[in-house]
């Protein structure tokens, strides 16, 4: 493991939440063995093949409209970047590590939900997530000793909620048509604007065919639980 590096220069809360033990896995997502936040997202242990466990949720409202979310400039790992609604990890916990439907995922989801947008836990029930596939990612932050390598499975859940960011995880919380968000992506490079290089992947290769199937009502189409989608490193 690399020598932990000086956080006295960020956030309190956000040091703490370093020491979380994420679930360090395999190529095939085989759970090996518990590894802090610090240790999992440091390019010098991503480098020599260091990999766990993540989910992404993109959470629609009843009008088909996706919740996006502004990274705090707290976050030790790509601040002021925006990504789909939560992007976080399963702890290696009891409950969270359960690999049946997706079970653990689905209950860090919903613990993360509350954590980061203040979503009550009875508004996202845990029958309403759709897990849909996994994918394999590398992205680095240049310039910085932070990066991530995650396998990241992926929820989507159509909900009505009751958003309230938490300052220190999320600096602002939007909801997008598919049409607004394709004019802030294309508009994000002029204005200066983060995309957090997993939301990237995906709106590109997947998310269009994971709206149009939402708005179906035919989610489960688009289920694919056995492949690892595996995509480069990114460029930052």
Known sequence: MAA????????????A???????VVDTQDKAERPGTKLETHLLENIDKGLLHRAFSVFLFNSEGKLLLQKRSDDKITFPAYWANTCCSHPLWVDGEMELKDAL???RAAIRKL???LGIKAEQVP?????YLTRIHYVAKMEGTQWGEHEIDHVLV???DVDVAPVPNEVAEARYFSEEELKTFLEEAPEKGTLISPWFGYIQKMFLGKWWQAMRDGDLKSCEDHETIHRI????E
């Open 4 to 15: 932990n590096p000086s956080l006295e220069s960020f956030d309190a809360t956000q040091v």
């Open 17 to 23: 939440l370093m020491e979380e033990r994420v679930i």
């Open 104 to 106: 653990g995922v689905k």
């Open 114 to 116: 509350e954590h980061e």
């Open 126 to 130: 845990i029958e309403k997530f759709h």
């Open 157 to 159: 859940i159509q909900a």
């Open 232 to 235: 480069a490193p990114a460029k």
